[in-house]
């Protein structure tokens, strides 16, 4: 089979347009055509005037090897590539204490089904609940206030993902093509089937909720075993001539269970979690992350700027955005999180603290959009040395917001010409704010660090050259956004392995090597595959 990138169609094309274009650019007859499949479709709007389709298409024909002759030097014609996933162990017949992935996260679940896939039986240990209980839990604190430490946005079967737009892409390198074994274990699970072609794939909550189930019932069915509302609260290490291994892990009503195979995938959050393995020795360094706000437009504002006249062409869908401004005073601040049609969600996960993330439907049908707006910031910002010195940055700057909301769980919020301008906001504009449990208008400026807040209000005019109305006086900012990645990285060597602790495989966003659904379940694998064969290798 063949490839062909960049075919670039009208967006309102005719149905049978695609074939020929296809024929016309590789110049071969319609009998000279076997068959034909779209891999990706994206859009090309950077003349709003006349956006374009941009098709991925593969193919073959009567005589592929007389193509690529035709067509040598071509870069947009060339072999597909191999995506079949294939596992580089199977578990032998007879193996000593099964392996344990603790986080039912993207990494987590993603992990423990490619293990269950090669015959390994893993042991699932979550600290929440199944996921059904858990978004009961969580609608609690956006309906009625109450937080439930241990189940919430942070804590649960599906992790933090479950409660976000569903992006299914990501950045990072992927030589092994693992992004299409995720994208089609999601599909297998219930995914919409468009994730296999659609340039910016995403599933919303909803769906992902139901994913989760059956992705659980495949692992169970393949010898699996899941225990919720189980915590990890110490874990025992042996040191023979001078090495760490791990031996056992101990929950939280005192259980020990023994292993020398555990994925730590706790996700970002995990902060007990963290003070426990520095506790234990586990080698980890603090990283950077960032820290700012969710700002809120009207959904028609993005579209109507990013497509013109096209805004809510059905094949387009809501428009989306990525900024990015270097300040003056040295500060990157950038867009994330983007979440089209969605709403702003309490995020936190510890008591007396409010952190804000964006979240989607399938549908992406709500009338705001919204995004983090964040600086990067580094552990010398901190203001504190140690390890977990950026956590505790996050706890003072999430507790301050708790109080600014009124220390109910509601967010503190301003509008962003009030915040320009550099007054506090006494009531709200035309945008009507969508966390909940509710906003109290305030001042976010106090916050942030002056560098963020300085670094912020330079960005957001330069935003409004690149979408017009992005600074507009009643768009909403609601604080604050601390949690866009892990405060530290648990290291690890070429096994995947903890630095200093063998048997301890530090996995994704929690461990510092990921951000997102995609690449967190691609780390996930990879760390599946290192485990499984270290354990083949020891018999």
Not at 317 to 322: L, N, S
Not at 342 to 348: E, K, P
Not at 364 to 393: C, H, Q
Not at 419 to 440: D, H, Q
């Amino acid at each position: 089979m063949l490839r062909l990138t960049e075919l670039k169609l009208p967006l309102n094309h005719e149905d049978g347009a695609i074939e020929m274009a296809l024929l016309a650019r590789l110049n071969i007859a319609k009998d000279q055509l076997i068959s034909w499949k779209i891999f990706r479709r994206g859009h090309d709007a950077r003349k709003r005037s006349a956006i374009l389709l941009v098709y991925t298409i593969d193919f073959t024909t009567v005589d592929d090897a007389a193509l690529l002759a035709a067509h040598a030097g071509d870069r947009q014609i060339g072999p597909a590539p191999d995506l079949r996933y294939r596992f580089v162990a199977r578990a032998p017949e007879q193996f000593q204490n099964r392996p344990v992935v603790i986080g039912a996260g993207p990494c987590g679940v993603m992990a423990a089904l490619v293990l269950a896939q090669m015959g390994f039986r893993p042991i699932i240990i979550e600290r929440g609940k199944i996921v059904r209980e858990r978004t009961k839990d969580t609608f609690r604190l956006w309906r009625e206030n109450i937080l439930t430490p241990e189940s919430n946005v942070q804590y649960g079967e599906g992790g933090a993902g479950t409660f976000s737009d569903g992006k299914l892409y990501s950045q990072v390198k992927d030589p092994r093509h693992l992004g299409r074994k995720v994208l089609e274990e999601f599909v297998k699970a219930g995914a919409p089937e468009e994730i296999l072609w659609v340039a910016k794939p995403h599933i919303g909550t909803f769906r992902l909720v139901t994913m989760v189930e059956s992705i659980r019932e495949t692992i169970i069915a393949l010898g699996g075993e899941y225990r919720f509302e189980t915590r990890v609260t110490d874990i025992e290490v042996s040191a023979n001539n001078g090495e760490r291994q791990l031996e056992a892990l101990i929950f939280q009503n005192g259980e020990r269970l023994v292993t020398n195979h555990a994925i730590f995938a706790v996700g970002h959050s995990a902060r007990d979690t963290f003070q426990m393995l520095l506790d234990r020795g586990v080698y980890a360094e603090a990283k950077p992350f960032s820290i700012g706000f969710r700002v809120e437009h009207p959904q028609s504002i993005i579209d109507r700027a990013r497509f013109g006249v096209d805004a809510g062409n059905k094949k387009l869908g809501p428009a989306d955005y990525k900024l990015v401004h270097h300040a003056k005073n040295g500060r990157g601040v950038y867009s994330f999180c983007m979440c089209p049609g969605g709403t702003v969600v309490a995020a936190t996960s510890e008591v007396g603290c409010v952190v804000t993330n964006g979240m989607s439907q399938y549908s992406r049908a709500e009338r705001n959009a919204n995004a983090a707006i964040v600086v990067g910031i580094e552990p010398k910002d901190y203001g504190a040395s140690g390890v977990l010195a950026g956590m505790a940055l996050q706890r003072k700057l999430e507790s301050g917001a708790f109080v600014a909301g009124g220390g109910d769980y509601c967010a503190p919020a301003q509008l962003v010409g009030d915040f320009l301008a550099g007054r506090a906001s006494t009531a709200l504009g035309s945008v009507v704010p969508s966390y909940k449990p509710g906003v109290v208008p305030t001042d976010l400026a106090s916050l942030l660090p002056d560098y963020a807040v300085d670094a912020i209000r330079e960005a957001m005019p330069v935003f409004d050259r690149q979408i017009k109305g992005f600074a507009m006086h009643d768009a909403l900012f609601t604080g604050v956004e601390t949690r866009t990645s892990s405060p530290i990285r648990i290291k690890r060597d070429g096994s995947y392995q903890s630095l200093n602790t063998r048997g301890f495989y530090p996995a994704g966003e929690g461990a510092g090597y990921a951000g997102g659904i995609l690449s967190a379940a691609i780390d996930g694998i990879e760390v599946a595959e290192a485990l499984a064969l270290s354990m083949v290798g020891s018999g």
